[in-house]
């Protein structure tokens, strides 16, 4: 799926320079070798290439490193959300393995009509996942869980993650009849720089 998207895309750019990296990065994925697609990929980042940011976070969720890969999806240089179905679709995995439920399923909501069958299907069946965990008022302790997150990862200098965290809290709070954590979570956003604050 997405080596054959990236593969096509390398080929219109050429291939000389960071285009030869996708390139190299794009068959590695499709030979299910993750680590040299990552390798590829971030030489091409390095080398000007804005599209391969995106796909080094889908090798990153490949490898299991949701962490890392919400970085590349949503950090500085990061593609827009909504350009391209199959990153939105890994960018959603990345959060659903992080229990970034509601960021999921956000991404996941416009990626089916822009796939491919496939796709869709894995799409679909994952937001029927996802709204079955977040069906009723989430609990006092489940909204505390992703506070705590914030607060931690904030405290460790790693904002993105402290800022999705945060997010969640806020928008699971405000699920509460009592809002809990919601005046809180907001005040961590506030002090938290944004994405183009973190790239200058």
Partial sequence: MLATAVLTLALAAGSSGAGEHVLAGARAFRAERWADAL?????????????????????????????????????????????????????????????????????????????????????????????????????????????????ALERDGRHVLARAFCEEAAALGARRKDRRGVAAAQAALSRLPTVAEAAR
Avoid: M, N
Avoid at 110 to 123: F, M, T, Y
């Fill in 39 to 151: 390798v590829e990929f971030r030489v091409a980042e390095r080398l000007g290439d804005g599209r391969a940011r995106g796909y080094a976070g889908a090798a990153l969720v490949k490898l299991d490193r949701p962490e890392q890969a919400l970085d590349a999806f949503e950090g500085p240089g990061a593609p827009a959300a909504g350009g391209d179905p199959l990153l939105d679709y890994y960018h959603a995995l990345a959060c659903h393995e992080l229990r970034l439920y509601l960021r999921a399923d956000r991404l996941l909501a416009g990626v089916g009509e822009r796939s491919g069958p496939r796709v869709a299907k894995q799409a679909a069946d994952a937001r029927a996942e996802i709204a079955a965990a977040l069906r009723g008022e989430p609990a006092p302790e489940t909204v505390d869980w992703y506070a705590g997150r914030c607060a």
